[in-house]
């Protein structure tokens, strides 16, 4: 409480900011987690599609026999889904291999600001050394840092222009595929442990037909 | 509020478990490349031997077949005759069926001018041809 008591009307709001900037990440996080079940449950739907026919056709009538036929199917669904990115990333793999081949040098750096890597066209900040003020005993940033490096075009990091936004692009797209994989992969676990449950859950004896009262 | 609130309960959840969450999209991430590997190989080794790699399983075809048949049988199906004889204005309903008893109409002046103006219609249409 004392140190609440010694607190300046400053410090007071810079909390206060510090409290609602922590809800608004929590609320961002918690609509994120919303779209990603959305999206999951859409992807799901292709894995009802891909054992719908068998399903109906009555050609396997086991949940057993469903979930590994669901996943012969998914395993193509995925490398139908995947090849694309997969080519992406083997391309921009194979433009830094070739490079380094050429210039004979295999220790080039594609993170790197001053020649061979991507951060040459972006601005790069000294932040080990960025001027600190104390706050609440802790050392916190309180001012920007120098800049190192300005955005500028390198010939020597044409390799890392081309192998960074592949690779990112590329793996993206792929960890989209795994999620619409695992999707798949649930829904029809799920769908297996249920389709062929024969349940009297809606069932009414009344509506059942009434036998005939034979002559004795 | 409650939508706001169950919202950002789940964040918290979120933002706790994503550890976990990652670690798990990681796994999969890289078992899904060993899949893709070996699905490559598998599909080069069929699209060279002459098959088709990604073609339909054996029992997506049996499938194909059972439904394209039962449709076939929908189709092939006899259509019921529907007796459009009832209904015009020279028959507006059925005859009357004796096993009922008597007929309550016999003697009702009414059915008997519409047996003449059916009559006279009978009449008119020899008397055109």
């Not at chain 1, 999206?39 to 292709?46: L, P």
């Not at chain 1, 979930?67 to 433009?95: E, H, T």
């Not at chain 1, 001012?143 to 990091?157: F, G, K, Q, R």
């Amino acid at each position: 409480m004392i140190i609440f008591l010694k607190l300046t009307e400053n410090d007071k709001r810079l909390l206060i900011a510090l409290l609602l900037i922590l809800i608004l990440l929590f609320v961002i996080f918690g609509y994120l987690g919303l779209l990603v079940k959305k999206i999951m449950k859409k992807q799901g739907d292709k894995g009802e599609d891909l054992i719908h026919d068998v399903v109906k056709a009555g050609v396997i009538k086991s949940p057993k026999k469903l979930v590994l036929f669901g996943i012969r199917k998914n395993y193509r669904q995925l490398f139908k889904d995947a090849w694309i990115p997969f080519c992406i990333m083997l391309v921009s793999s194979l433009i830094l291999i070739l490079y380094c081949a050429f210039s004979n040098n295999w220790g080039v750096n594609v993170f790197d600001y001053e020649k061979y890597g991507i951060r040459t066209l972006f601005f790069v900040f000294d932040w080990e050394h960025a001027p600190r003020a104390n706050f609440f005993g802790m050392e916190l940033i309180s001012n920007w840092p120098d800049v190192l490096s300005a955005p500028h075009w390198s010939n020597d990091a044409i390799a890392s222009y081309f192998f960074v936004p592949g690779m990112l692009v590329g793996g993206i797209w792929f960890l989209v595929c795994v999620q619409a994989y695992i999707a798949r992969t649930y829904r029809i676990y799920k769908k297996s442990k249920t389709i062929f449950n024969r349940s009297l859950d809606n069932f009414d004896a009344s509506d059942a037909p009434v036998d005939e009262i034979k002559p004795e | 509020m409650g939508h706001f609130l169950k919202v950002f309960l789940s964040g918290i959840i979120y933002v706790l478990l994503s550890p976990v969450i990652a670690l798990f999209l990681a796994l999969y991430a890289v078992y899904c490349i060993f899949v893709f590997i070996y699905m490559a190989i598998r599909n080069l080794i069929v699209f060279f031997s002459g098959g088709n790699p990604l073609g339909d399983l054996k029992e997506d075809v049996e499938a194909k077949r059972i439904l394209k048949e039962r449709e076939e049988a929908l189709l092939n199906q006899p259509q019921p005759q529907i007796n459009n004889y009832y209904g015009t204005i020279s028959q507006p309903y059925p005859p009357y069926n004796p096993e009922y008893g008597p007929n309550p109409f016999e003697n009702d002046e009414s059915s008997k001018l519409e047996e003449e103006s059916s009559n006279e219609e009978q009449d008119d249409e020899e008397v055109n041809l």
